[in-house]
């Protein structure tokens, strides 16, 4: 039977929507990783709409963060049960994991079992309470979060894929606790209120029907992070990032992700798979290709050729040049990925070949489709 593993990095404007498929044969097994904006959604219910209603399951849904280019489409998708799809598990850090956080040490035993992002996060916890799924049953429903040091978490899903956590740590999950609390002080109840979520949700018509999405305004974390050179927007820190491994082949999701946290974990991966730099097929950028997620030092603790990015360019023009020039100099990539053909993506594809003679670049055939990835063939 011959294997599958690959991806998909849906067009979901200046978001992530990834969804992978691994298996062998006619058993394919599905994750996705984030929903996009709410403009995303069309194209990820499209792609739904594809698989037969008797197919329509994942075994994992990851919700990396709270930002709304990440989690509006999968507050849409949730709101949306005539479709049908089913997660056997789903990674989340709401409202419930982060009102009583993981010790470290209840965080280590993870290791041995093998702005108006806060509203958003509580929809989905609210939705999924409503529909009776529970998230993180894997960490015991607490945070999906990596322990400060040692082994990183490790979990093997159904069919085989394997994911080690990269990101977050508990430390940055106290900080988007923080950011949960403000936010519900000024609509003068608390995070764990339940009536507050449930009334705000009916009204809030951006995720009713299929009504065309409003602009999203951009996230205060997102516009402050730009102030700064290194990325320190409390929700990006909070990211859940992961390595997924199939048939030999790897691929990290680094979400939004914070690039010290990022670096460290990919060394201490290295460490447990016994290699001096961390063996990997493609790496999905940080923060869409931002400049204050890329840093030479996570390049250096990695071996890999082929960097993905998710954006269109549109609100925080990513990727940054500085962020793919990081790359294409100390990476000395042979592909770059680019879900669009943007103006922050198209000059790539001629001056990459300056800057690292053997790079390529690749966009889907046209703006609007998705682009895919058959890891096998990395
Ligand atoms: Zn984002």
């Known amino acids: ?24 044969g006619e058993k394919l097994s599905r994750v996705l990783i984030d929903g996009g904006p709410l403009g995303a959604f ?3 219910r499209a792609e739904i709409e594809k698989l037969p209603p008797e197919q329509r399951a994942f075994e994992l849904l990851v919700v990396t963060h709270i930002d709304s280019d990440h989690i509006d489409g999968v507050v849409k998708l949730l709101r949306h049960p005539e479709l049908g799809v089913k997660f ?18 209840q965080v280590a035993e993870y290791v041995e079992d093998e702005t108006r992002g806060p509203i958003a996060g509580s929809y989905v916890d609210n939705l999924l309470l409503r529909s009776g799924r529970a998230c993180n049953e894997r960490f015991r429903s607490r945070a999906a979060c990596v322990p400060d040091d040692g082994v990183l978490p490790r979990a093997r899903l159904d069919g085989g894929l394997q994911l080690t956590l990269l990101s977050p740590t508990v430390d ?20 764990g209120d ?34 700064t050179d290194l ?42 798979c016994s290699e001096k730099r961390l063996r990997l097929n493609a790496v999905k950028l940080s923060h869409h290709g931002s400049k204050g997620n890329i840093t030479p030092e ?39 990925f680019f879900n669009y053909r943007s103006e922050r993506t198209a000059g790539w594809e001629r001056a990459s070949t300056e800057a690292q ?22």
Request: contains cysteine; charged residues 25%; glycine residues 6%.
């Open 42 to 44: 069309p194209a990820l």
């Open 298 to 336: 996570i390049l250096r603790a990695i071996d890999c050729r082929n960097y993905l990015v998710s954006t269109d360019g549109s609100i925080f023009h990513h990727p940054d040049d500085e962020a793919i020039q990081c790359v294409l100099k100390y990476a000395k990539p042979t592909r770059l």
């Open 88 to 105: 056997r598990e789903v990674w989340f850090n709401g409202w419930p994991q982060l009102k009583v956080l993981p010790t470290l040490a």
């Open 1 to 24: 039977m011959s294997k599958v593993f690959r991806l998909k990095l849906l067009p979901a404007l200046n978001g992530d929507c990834i969804w992978i498929e691994y298996g062998e």
């Open 231 to 272: 990325d320190a927007a409390v929700a990006n820190g909070s990211s859940i990032a992961v390595v997924a491994e199939y048939a030999d082949r790897r691929c990290a999701f680094l979400g939004d992700a914070h690039a010290d946290l990022i670096e460290r974990s990919f060394r201490r991966m290295a460490a447990m």
């Open 357 to 378: 003679p053997d790079c390529t670049a690749q966009y889907p055939r046209s703006n609007g489709e998705s682009l895919e990835l058959d890891l096998l063939a990395f």
């Open 194 to 227: 339940r009536a507050i979520v449930e009334a705000k949700l009916e009204k809030d018509k951006r995720f009713r029907g299929d009504q065309a999405a409003a602009p999203v305004p951009a996230g205060v974390d997102e516009a402050a992070a730009l102030a």
């Open 172 to 191: 940055k999950l106290r900080r988007l606790r923080a950011t949960w609390d403000d936010a519900f002080t000024k609509l003068g109840g608390d995070p």
